[in-house]
């Protein structure tokens, strides 16, 4: 099992990008459904609050540093992560390997229709793999075992929940003992990426940690969500000066 690095209570998964890939596709020959989630700063100062969310993220199979912030505080604290393990990264390059071993997805998550532009694009660029079925993230609880029956159904091997944090990180933890896949990821806004529906920041801003910057500017609103970034990073000073 990979090294964990306390990161403010979070305890992420010391990974290459490569080594997250092959604990991926290990995990399509195990008995048990693996958990994955992407924690950012933000991720982690919401579970900062939410001893619920903490234990959900902690509970994981696999926690994987997604964002520069949380690799700098990494340093910062002397607790180095190997590198930025971002979401939409590790979806691509699972999408990679379908060419040398077919991989059946089910994908969970967007508004109405978003999943389905989702699946046509993945399949034009990734002719291998197997997009066995949809489903948007707009539903009612009375809607779940529904969901969870058509993607028990579908027989995938890897169910991508696109609900937003931290939803989808509580209906993963809530509802994995019911799924069969054998991989089950939170992805975020990775769905909509794939869409078309919403574009990720320059390729030099994310190298440089700016995409915080990309988002704020592409999506205003998200101002007070951000408000957490300077938080992470005076609670990582905090720690590191022994400040109480």
């Known amino acids: 099992m990979p090294e964990k690095i306390d990161i403010h209570g979070v305890k992420i998964d010391n990974v290459t990008m490569k080594e997250a890939l092959d604990f991926v596709i290990e995990g399509l020959n195990q008995e048990t459904t693996y958990k994955i989630y ?4 933000e991720i982690i100062m919401q579970a900062n609050r939410d001893p619920e969310l903490m234990a959900v993220l902690n509970d994981a199979h696999l926690l994987v540093p997604d964002g520069a912030g949380v690799v700098l505080a990494s ?4 607790r180095n992560l190997k590198q930025k393990v971002s979401g939409i990264d590790l979806v691509k390059n699972i999408l990679n390997t379908t060419h040398r071993r077919p991989i059946s997805f ?13 699946s046509i694009n993945i399949l034009s660029e990734y002719p291998k793999a197997k997009i066995v ?3 948007h993230g707009y539903f009612k609880d009375d809607d779940v075992s529904d969901i969870i029956k058509q993607i028990n159904d579908s027989r995938a091997e890897i169910l991508l929940v696109g609900l937003g944090a931290p939803k989808q990180e509580k209906w993963i933890h809530k509802h994995a003992h019911e799924l ?8 975020g806004g990775t769905i909509d990426v794939f869409a078309g529906t919403a574009t990720l920041a320059p390729e030099f801003m994310r190298k440089s ?6 988002r704020l500017i592409k999506q205003p609103s998200r101002y007070k969500r951000m408000m957490d970034l300077p938080r992470f990073m005076l609670l990582t000073l905090r720690k590191k000066l022994k400040i109480k």
């Open 75 to 78: 340093k910062i604290l002397g």
């Open 38 to 41: 992407t924690p950012n700063s």
């Open 133 to 135: 079925g949809f489903h």
């Open 106 to 118: 089910f994908i969970l998550g967007g508004k109405p229709g978003v999943p389905e532009k989702a």
């Open 209 to 214: 940690g700016f995409e915080w910057l990309y």
């Open 180 to 187: 069969n896949a054998k991989v089950v990821m939170g992805v």
